[in-house]
């Protein structure tokens, strides 16, 4: 089975989010105080930890694809919450906008996934 046009867009989504994600962890753990908060962090580990792992197994077409793209969706959501908490910051609303990108992509891929197993 080849993959979609959604699914191609999904994965790119979920790879530039991870980048993200990650360059942005570096960058706050560099500023440190507030930029550091436990919150902020684990959200971003959380995306960026869900939006790998659900581009892999997008890539090799896994079953559990669509739950994966929910779950994803949802961690990108909560992730551009954190980091709107601090919504003066450039690289934080970078972060954001990469998230909400990724949470609209996963879903239009898990509905693809979905169409495309039935």
Not at 16 to 33: D, H, I, K, N, V
Not at 75 to 87: I, K, Q
Request: net charge negative; hydrophobic share 40%; aromatic share 2%.
């Amino acid at each position: 089975m080849e993959l979609s046009p959604e699914m191609h867009k999904g994965i790119e989504a979920c790879l530039a989010c991870y980048t993200r994600c990650e360059e942005t962890m570096s960058y706050c753990l560099q500023q440190g105080g507030a930029y550091a908060d436990s919150k902020l962090m684990r959200a971003m580990m959380d995306c960026a930890e869900m939006t790998r792992m659900c581009a892999q197994m997008s890539m090799r077409m896994s079953e559990m694809t669509p739950e994966m793209c929910a779950m994803t969706a949802r961690a990108c959501e909560m992730c551009a919450e954190a980091c709107m908490s601090m919504p003066g910051d450039d690289m934080l609303k970078k972060c954001a906008e990469a998230c909400r990108t990724c949470a609209a992509s996963c879903r239009a891929m898990a509905q693809a996934m979905t169409k495309a197993m039935a």
